[in-house]
């Protein structure tokens, strides 16, 4: 496996888009619903706090950092989450026109714009490579789970079951 394997890296950023997604639920439950803002602002309020933990989170579990100069790095990032932002107000409207109400519109249009936040990071914004520590457990995993397969369907040995005492 490679540091830039495109599955690899898109897993961590599932973990990385998923924790975003609880912070942009909850933000926006707490604008719209506990505070009283129309939808629009607390889906923009909303999508602002997730893009900002999606930015630190993808440099520490899904992206390397460096690839620009700071102040490049994060005017990228702001045109890829500007597009985001159109993109995802756009389906939080198109739902609540459609009849949804605004947190399941807000809940549904979430994944929708998952795919651009993760090519427009890689492309646009971070090396494609995955951060070292990531890199190292992701290879660490995928060697355990073909040790396992391998003992399963191969009729081979891992070293746990090596290491495992007869009981």
């Known amino acids: 496996m490679k540091r830039n394997d495109l599955l690899a890296q898109f897993f961590w950023y599932l973990l990385v888009g998923g924790s975003a997604f609880v912070v942009e639920v909850a933000t926006f439950i707490a604008f719209f619903m506990l505070m009283g803002f129309h939808w629009l602002p607390a889906s923009i309020g909303a999508f602002i706090l997730a893009q900002t933990a999606n930015y630190y989170l993808s440099y520490f579990l899904a992206f390397r950092r460096g690839r620009f100069g700071r102040t490049e790095e994060i005017s990228r990032l702001l045109a890829v989450s500007l597009v985001g932002l159109v993109l995802n107000t756009s389906f939080v409207w198109l739902f609540?026109?459609?009849?949804?109400?605004?947190?399941?519109?807000?809940?549904?249009?979430?994944?929708?714009?998952?795919?651009?936040?993760?090519?427009?990071?890689?492309?646009?914004?971070?090396?494609?490579?995955m951060p070292e520590l990531t890199y190292k457990v992701t290879q660490s995993f995928t060697d355990r789970l073909r040790a396992w397969f391998g003992a399963v369907w191969g009729g081979g040995e891992t070293s746990v079951q090596a290491e495992r005492p007869d009981s």
């Not at 949804?100 to 714009?113: E, G, H, R």
């Not at 993760?118 to 090396?127: A, Q, T």
Request: proline fraction near 6%; hydrophobic fraction near 60%.
């Open 96 to 129: 609540i026109a459609l009849g949804y109400l605004p947190l399941a519109a807000k809940i549904t249009a979430v994944p929708f714009v998952l795919g651009w936040n993760f090519i427009g990071r890689r492309l646009f914004v971070f090396h494609k490579d």
